[in-house]
């Protein structure tokens, strides 16, 4: 028997420690900023910006090459039959190269180009709109997790409170110094608070499976965040931020850059009002039955041509002009709107600073709150004990504690919540 326990017990051992370190390496600690960088390494919305940047830049390279000449090849067979066959050669094949140049077109190449270097800028500031909203998601999950962790905590810490509890008011009934309705009440608020600590873990549980949504983890919830809601949560001083935000916020810029985008077409359009001007230059080469070299009768034949073309619109019905109009029209209300997107994003940094100081106000009043509520729950237990008060009051006592707890748990969270969200109004994040 001794030489099985021998044998058994350090296997066991050795069994524990293995899945004690693997539990360990699965449950990995990932910080705050480490989110971020997953965030906008593997988010699915920020891949799916990288790739409509290269669309843009794809089309940048289309527009660069429009203006340049081209060269094509061809290759055509004939065959004619009678009574074509007796005036032309029966048979034949004729290869061919063609060379074109545009030469002058109101500069529309030009300002195609320009048009195409635009939408790369937009899809660039696209991309950073969207990194801030997954980064900005990415902190609100971050801190929600956080919270719940807390919440878990006070559950726990509520649970040993109320046990001990429970049995100082059994012991008291059982001595006839108190009613049968005070423990009945004590052992109902135990399972309320059992209930909100399997709630607070489903809501970690959820809170985990949304980080990991966006940082791109999968389903994955095998990690642990090592932040509490500890920390500063200081007041910010009122002052007009506006500015600085207007300048780096991205909806600011591809409004700018879809406006600059918009003056540059309605010059393509008045461009449309001007002569354009193209050369073409073929060559020509034939091989077939004999006589398909009118000059000499053989069966070989080369050649070129060229061709000036001079394009001059004289007359459509008003179509082009409307089309200039329609443009000048759409520059004047994108106008409008990126003035009134500036003043949007002035109300929301004020509001974002409001925000920060509410929240600022909430941790301190939550905190005053908590001191008084631990004093509060410590003196009525004490008088329980000394038997001033029945259990229905410390009860009372210990809601009010856990409610003042919970109150501080959400107040530094939300104050956590608000510099995400002030951080997001001034164009900060993604940058």
Known sequence: MKLTVKGILPGSLLIASMFMSSLAVAQRSITLEEFRQLAIRQNNNVKAADE???????????????????LDGTVTGFYFGKPLSTILPEYGVSPGINF????????????GRDVAANTVNIQTERKTLTTSDVLYNTEVTYWQVVSAKEQINLAEQSQRQLTALVTDINNQYTAGLTYKNDLLRARVQQNQNELSLRQAKDALTLAKLNL???????????????????????????????????????????????????RLQERIYKADLLPSVSLGVSGVTAYGKQGINPENNNNTLATYYGLLTVNVPIFGWGKRTEKVKEQQYRIRAQEHQLKDSKEIISLQ????????????????????????????????????????????????????WQQAYSSVIESKVGYRIAEANLKRALGELGR
Do not use: M
């Open 100 to 111: 074109n140049q545009p030469i002058y077109a109101g500069r529309k190449n030009q300002l």
């Open 212 to 262: 990991a949504q966006l940082t791109g983890l999968g389903d994955s919830v095998e990690f642990v965040v090592p932040d509490s809601i500890s920390g500063t949560f200081d007041s910010l001083q009122t002052s007009d931020l506006s500015v600085r935000a207007q300048s780096l916020r991205s909806e600011i810029r591809i409004q700018e850059k879809t406006l600059e985008s918009a």
């Open 349 to 400: 940094v004020q509001q974002a600073i409001l925000q920060v100081n509410q929240s600022a106000r909430r941790v301190t009043l939550a905190a005053l709150s908590l001191v008084q509520a631990e004093e509060n729950l410590r003196l009525s237990k004490d008088r329980l004990k000394a038997g001033t008060i029945v259990g229905k009051d410390v009860l009372d006592a210990q809601t009010i």
């Open 52 to 70: 409509n940047i290269l669309v843009a830049e794809a089309q940048k390279n289309q527009a660069d090459a429009s203006g340049r000449f081209t």
